[in-house]
């Protein structure tokens, strides 16, 4: 793997693409997400939207 990283890194160079290391960018949105998709699944988000949308007689309108 770390053969493949250093071959795409010089790729990029050579192709005047700047790479940059931040490995703390975006951690706590990584989680945030991550929980985020957790809890759609457990509730069963999708499977109600689906629901919803298929319903004429709801009352409601999705967009």
Wanted: with cysteine; aromatic share 2%.
């Amino acid at each position: 793997m770390r053969r493949r990283r250093a071959d795409a890194l010089t790729a990029a160079g050579d192709a005047g693409i700047p790479v940059i290391n931040t490995p703390d960018y975006g951690t706590t949105e990584v989680a945030d997400h991550a929980v985020t998709l957790a809890l759609t699944l457990l509730r069963g988000v999708k499977a109600c939207d689906r629901r919803l949308r298929r319903s004429n007689d709801s009352g409601l309108r999705a967009s």
